[in-house]
């Protein structure tokens, strides 16, 4: 079979059960309509967000703010925030909670996933308990504000990533896949003398790629969104978040970051292109990452949402 | 969700197990071969000793920073004084206790009832505007039977509960805002005037719109996922009775669905006092607290702006209770329906 056939194959629809009436055309069109116009909804604000941060500003001024066709597409507006400054430290300041946050949830929730999905093992059921018990009630904003301030965390990353790393719902979902994975494996692991750290590292996980990938996703997406806790544990400008920075930009009127205001007074950056460029930074890496967990995202929701 | 997922009793393993773990390792639907005596919480604690410190750093963390503020509720109680001592938490030490006062002073405040009126309006909106709507995307999407087009439809739909709110918002702003494209637009055809951002008339619309925006695509990975478990033999049987398109999702897949929407519908309920947090902190100095206060930054106006902790603590408090009267009241509910809801009887 050529390559050719086999990609209309692919786009080909699966046969009609016998019984299953022919779609009718007007169907079909409403069917169709409706789907496009769904993805449409979600699509086009993004793309006049990414023209907008492409366009220099004699477009965006013509337009009257956002620019839907593209035109004399120019890179200037990232080269500009990129150059230095309130962005480019909030980005890294950004990427570095991110790596850090995720790599220490992942770890501590596989491990408690590990720890309490072999059955039968000493406390299991009375440590569950006292995770699960937690999705039920939270404890309320005013005490963990005055304990992570008497902790002395404010004014460091630790705030951003300490009272918010573990997700008992994700250590669920990763507890319900590994108590799936065939127990034959880890026994002939476990009889030619391999302890339950080795059998976790050289067994169940490498099994869980998919599961981890989409936990990761949701942690990373987690610490990447995350805007709260920065703006009430931290005072100094200088180590706030990507988004924090996004916030004084559109929402507080702040016309540019800071650094670059004197060249939009001038007139030679547009302000709009500015922040646009600044929300495309922040979108960017979601947009990424998540197509390529997508295809997991029905089992790992499932494990956690119905069965628990 | 059952609260003992996931394992037989303990107590009935063999001692010979002990020595061979494999045989304590095996699922539960192996049946054990030598059930004797119980075996001892010692050798268990030994033969168990890496699984239990290996769930140590989540339990660890969860205490600190989920039960232990859980005890810092009793500032409720207290006039607090942050300044008492040091330390935060010593401060709890030195400030006198008030009783119920802080509880009292909220009746008396019509600030705290404006933000229950918009957070039970909130909740009812989206419960009328939100929660069908997740039902009927995975419907439309399971309708389509090209594998390429579902999974394209699919990624495009899932892609905006990745955004954070200040994204979210921030887009809306840019398009519904009084700088944005549709007021831009019309200005230019001689209607000015359209700022769908501040106005605060149509601001429960306008979040309950962006709710949706985010997350309503991701809702219907559940609802797919339970309609790829109706078996196909159901569907062919009802079209051999001389079912038609329409009655076949009736009948059929409708009562498929029946136990997640009321899984999802115990859930949303019990969470009713929550609509949404930084949605609300981010738009409300655009339309004014008059509309946009709900009980979530109710608590963080009062506490962490003003600093009256204890009253602020007092409202989170009370919300707290609520709303776990609230999941267990509709989980009771579903049961009376014949549903399972959250946990079983």
Redesign the interface.
């Known amino acids: 079979m050529s390559l050719n056939t086999q990609l209309i194959r ?5 046969p ?2 016998a ?3 022919a779609p009718s055309r007007t169907g079909l069109t409403v ?1 169709g309509g ?2 496009v116009l ?2 449409l ?3 086009a ?2 793309w ?2 990414i023209v907008t941060s492409l366009s220099p500003k004699p477009v965006i001024d013509r ?4 620019v ?1 066709v593209p035109e004399g597409i120019t890179l200037v507006n990232y080269t500009e925030l990129l150059g230095g400054g309130q962005v480019s430290r909030a980005l890294m300041v950004s990427f570095g909670v991110t790596l850090v946050g995720t790599l220490f949830s992942m ?3 596989v ?2 996933a ?12 009375v ?6 018990a ?1 999705m ?12 992570v ?2 902790l002395g965390l404010t004014d460091t990353y630790l705030s951003l990533i ?5 997700s ?1 719902f994700n ?1 669920l979902v990763l507890r319900g896949f590994f ?1 799936g994975i065939s ?1 034959e494996l ?2 002939a692991a ?2 030619d003398g391999a ?3 080795r059998i ?1 590292l050289t067994i169940i996980m490498p099994l869980s790629r998919a599961v981890l990938a989409v936990i990761s ?1 949701f942690y990373a ?1 987690g610490y ?5 806790n920065a703006s ?1 544990y931290l005072t100094d400008q200088q180590m706030m978040p990507l ?1 924090n920075v ?2 004084q930009l ?3 009127h702040t016309e540019a970051p800071t650094g670059l205001q004197q060249a939009v007074r001038t007139g030679e950056l547009s302000a709009l292109g500015l ?2 460029a600044v ?1 495309v930074l ?2 960017v890496p ?2 990424i ?3 390529f967990v ?2 997991h ?2 089992k790992g ?2 494990t956690g ?4 | ?8 009793p ?1 107590g009935t ?1 063999p001692a010979a197990a002990v020595e061979e ?2 045989a ?5 639907a192996v049946p054990r071969k030598h059930v004797a005596g119980k075996v001892p ?1 010692r050798i ?2 030994r ?2 000793r ?6 140590l ?3 660890g ?13 009793v ?1 409720a109680f207290q006039d607090y004084d ?1 300044y008492a001592s040091s ?4 401060a709890i030490f030195h400030s006198s206790w008030v009783g119920i006062e802080q509880f009292s002073r909220m009746l008396d405040d019509p600030e705290f009832w404006t933000a229950v009126k918009n957070t039970i309006v909130l909740f009812l909106l989206q419960l009328v505007l939100f929660f069908p709507i997740p039902i009927a ?1 995975a419907l ?2 399971n ?7 579902r ?10 509960h ?6 979210v ?3 809306f ?3 519904f805002g009084g ?3 549709i007021a ?2 019309m ?2 055809h001689g209607w000015g005037g359209f700022d769908l951002m501040t106005n605060a008339s149509l601001f429960k619309f306008l979040v309950t719109a962006q709710s949706v ?1 985010k997350d309503a ?1 991701w809702g219907i ?2 609802f ?3 309609l790829a478990a109706v078996p ?1 033999d159901l ?2 049987a009802a ?2 009775d001389g079912a ?2 329409w009655r076949r999702t009736w009948h059929v897949t409708l009562p498929a669905l029946r136990p ?1 929407i009321a ?1 999802l519908l115990v859930l949303r309920v019990g969470d009713a006092l929550s609509v949404g ?2 949605q609300f ?2 738009q409300r ?2 339309v004014g607290r008059g509309a946009s206060e709900v009980l ?1 930054t109710y ?2 106006n009062v ?2 702006q003003f600093g009256d ?1 204890s009253y ?2 007092a409202v ?2 009370i ?2 209770i609520i ?2 009267c609230l ?1 267990l009241g509709a989980n009771k509910f579903a049961h009376l329906l014949g549903e399972q809801g ?1 946990y079983k009887k």
């Open positions: 692919s786009l080909q629809a699966p009609r059960p019984w299953e009436e069917k409706l789907l769904c993805c909804g979600v699509l604000p993004l006049i967000v337009a009257g703010g956002l839907v770890t501590v929730s491990l408690a590990y720890g309490l999905s072999r059955p039968g093992s000493l406390g299991h059921r440590i569950l308990m006292t995770l699960m937690t039920f009630f939270g404890a309320g904003l005013i005490p963990t504000y005055l304990l301030q008497s300490l009272p918010s790393a573990v008992v250590i108590m127990p880890t026994e476990r009889i302890g339950d750290l976790l996703l997406v990447w969104s995350a805007w709260f009430i988004q996004l916030i559109v929402q507080k922040q646009m929300m922040a979108l979601v947009a990452a998540s197509p997508q295809r995202f029905k929701m499932l949402a119905v069965k628990g | 969700m059952s609260l003992t997922a996931g394992s037989r303990d393993r773990p494999a304590a390792l095996a699922p539960k919480w268990r604690l033969r168990d890496a699984l239990i410190l290996m769930t750093p989540a339990i963390l969860l205490l600190l920073f989920n039960y232990v503020p859980l005890l810092g509720n500032v942050p330390n935060g938490i010593t995307l439309l999407i309708s389509v039977i090209r594998p390429r087009v999974a394209v439809a699919q990624a495009i739909m899932y892609l905006p990745f955004f954070s709110w200040v994204l918002v921030t887009v702003q840019q398009i700088a944005g494209i831009q637009t200005e230019q925006w695509g990975i559940v797919l996922a339970a196909t569907y062919e079209a051999m038609g398109r997640v899984l947090f930084e902190l981010l100095d655009a979530d608590v963080w506490g962490i902790f602020a603590a989170g408090l919300k707290g709303g776990i999941v959250v």
